[in-house]
T-cell receptor, first 114, second 113 residues
Framework: DAGVIQSPRHEVTEMGQEVTLRCKPISGHNSLFWYRQTMMRGLELLIYFNNNVPIDDSGMPEDRFSAKMPNASFSTLKIQPSEPRDSAVYFC????????????FGPGTRLLVL | KQEVTQIPAALSVPEGENLVLNCSFTDSAIYNLQWFRQDPGKGLTSLLLIQSSQREQTSGRLNASLDKSSGRSTLYIAASQPGDSATYLCAVPSGGGADGLTFGKGTHLIIQP
């Protein structure tokens, strides 16, 4: 298996622009998670899906952030409009059907908003 | 709200030493605890997952223990090698069950050749 795939790996954009991050989970996994990592705050959960349904989005910082999972093999995290404080590494992770299984992380998208 | 603390924040030791990384969490009602490794500029790699019913897990030179009642876990690395240099992160479910994780800030480990 190729593991969790994220794109793009790096994104540089200007303040006010729309940013879309993409994730393909491991085939057969039914839970998908979006995390953000910064030096100041460490790793934080933004949102997670179970069977394509958003379960907990309490970590989404503002209405500027939105996430979708239209099918079991694809998810997007969108920021509109982007701000410099959104600069971070965004990770996608997935886990299997059984409860309490290991989460497998993608390589992350490094976002820089100028 | 679950909070996870890792001590020390950074550690530098000569190659060959045995070492212990510490993790504490505030809410002991957890289903499991995971230890991850993160290399610079990379994603996270799961090292060990301990279920709440277990007291420890071993993988090669790594041994992780869990004491739910006291809200603590330790990761023991035996005979450390330069390739072990990385940041080690401890994580517990934020609200129990199959949900997102709450992470500690990590221990940045350097093994000197």
């Amino acid at each position: 298996d190729a593991g969790v795939i994220q794109s793009p790996r790096h994104e540089v954009t200007e303040m006010g622009q729309e940013v879309t991050l993409r994730c393909k989970p491991i085939s057969g996994h039914n839970s998908l998670f979006w995390y953000r990592q910064t030096m100041m705050r460490g790793l934080e959960l933004l949102i997670y899906f179970n069977n394509n349904v958003p379960i907990d989005d309490s970590g989404m910082p503002e209405d500027r952030f939105s996430a979708k999972m239209p099918n079991a093999s694809f998810s997007t995290l969108k920021i509109q409009p982007s701000e410099p404080r959104d600069s971070a590494v965004y990770f996608c992770a997935s886990s299997g059907r059984a409860l309490q299984e290991t989460q497998y992380f993608g390589p992350g998208t490094r976002l820089l908003v100028l | 709200k679950q909070e996870v603390t890792q001590i020390p924040a950074a550690l530098s030791v000569p190659e060959g030493e045995n070492l212990v990384l510490n993790c504490s969490f505030t809410d002991s009602a957890i289903y499991n605890l995971q230890w991850f490794r993160q290399d610079p500029g990379k994603g996270l790699t799961s090292l060990l997952l301990i279920q709440s019913s277990q007291r420890e897990q071993t993988s090669g030179r790594l041994n992780a223990s869990l004491d739910k009642s006291s809200g603590r876990s330790t990761l023991y690395i035996a005979a450390s090698q330069p390739g072990d240099s990385a940041t080690y992160l401890c994580a517990v479910p934020s609200g129990g069950g199959a949900d997102g994780l709450t992470f500690g800030k990590g221990t940045h480990l350097i093994i000197q050749p």
